[in-house]
């Protein structure tokens, strides 16, 4: 089992930079696939950013592409997701996510879920 805790959230001005981190606690974290998944008030949880436990492959939403990385550091046990450029249509709650396949775009490939950090971006 995996449990994962979010931090880094915050209010921000449009056009400022945010990073999160979401740290997991097991000795499996580097075996999981990562995801990051956002939801604005009255939205769906939507997918944001995903990468495979070996670091090689990612998945970004259009939306955030060329604008949000995502990374993680498996001797930390910590995914990443630096958010620059924002803007007022991110904010939203974000949630990171664990999936024993293989990096997915999809809510139900993934097993496991922390209990979010809420980003503000400010026009």
């Known amino acids: 089992q995996v449990q994962l805790e979010e931090s880094g959230g915050g209010l921000v001005q449009t056009g400022g930079s945010l990073r999160l981190s979401c740290a997991a606690s097991?000795?499996?974290?580097?075996?999981?696939?990562m995801g990051w998944f956002r939801q604005a008030p009255g939205k769906e949880r939507e997918f944001v950013a995903a990468i495979s436990w070996s670091d090689i492959i990612t998945y970004y939403a259009d939306s955030v592409k060329g604008r949000f990385t995502i990374s993680r550091d498996n001797a930390k046990n910590t995914v990443y997701l630096q958010m620059n450029s924002l803007k007022p249509e991110d904010t939203a709650v974000y949630y990171c996510a664990a999936s024993r396949n293989t990096p997915a775009t999809g809510i139900n490939e993934y097993d496991y879920w922390g209990q979010g950090t809420q980003v503000t971006v400010s026009s």
């Open positions: 097991g000795r499996t974290f580097r075996s999981y696939a």
